[in-house]
């Protein structure tokens, strides 16, 4: 009987050593994870209060690519589709830029200096990594517009997401 219950005892510790779950979130972002490299975008999230919309990248616009450089620069392009008399045409550049970059935490400053717009612009820009992984990262900004939304209500936030490509 004692050896029954020395064995019933062991089983139970087992039970509950194995079968508590991981704290761990895999979604979480690794603390090795670098957001140096080149990253391609896939599809712009608009999330709601009601419902997270969804717009994913044409082929063309995942031409685009953004790297960063280990030394603190940037360079960036997009692309997309030309409109002539209102039909899609060819798939083209339509901006190209460099700047620098400083990722702190899960805030990253961008200054952007853009060459083909027709006349010089730069963008300042305070963003949020809000997901970095080895090969998803996902940049957006807080909206003011309540229009973002099919609900009409104010959206908490926008991102754009990306894979690494290289």
């Known amino acids: 009987m004692k050896k029954t219950n020395l064995i019933s ?14 704290n761990e979130n895999s979604d979480s972002t690794p603390k090795d994870a670098s957001i140096i490299g080149v990253w ?11 419902i997270d919309e969804v717009d994913e990248l ?15 620069t940037l360079s960036t392009n997009d692309y997309g589709n030309e409109y002539i008399n209102g039909a899609s045409g060819d798939c083209v550049e339509s901006s190209n830029g460099s700047g620098t970059w400083i990722l702190k935490e899960n805030k990253l400053d961008l200054f952007i200096k853009y060459a083909n717009t027709g ?30 939304c099919n609900d009409g209500i104010k959206p908490t936030y926008y991102y754009t997401e990306y894979i690494r490509v290289e």
């Open 58 to 72: 044409s082929i063309c616009e995942q031409n685009g690519r953004i790297t960063f450089n280990d030394n603190g």
């Open 119 to 148: 006349e010089e612009e730069n963008d300042n820009l305070n963003a949020t990594v809000y997901k970095l992984t080895d090969t998803t990262l996902q940049i957006g900004y807080l909206s003011d517009d309540p229009n973002d």
């Open 40 to 50: 391609k975008p896939t599809k712009v999230v608009t999330v709601c209060s009601t």
């Open 9 to 22: 005892g062991l089983l139970i510790i087992l039970m509950i050593l194995f079968s508590c779950s991981n």
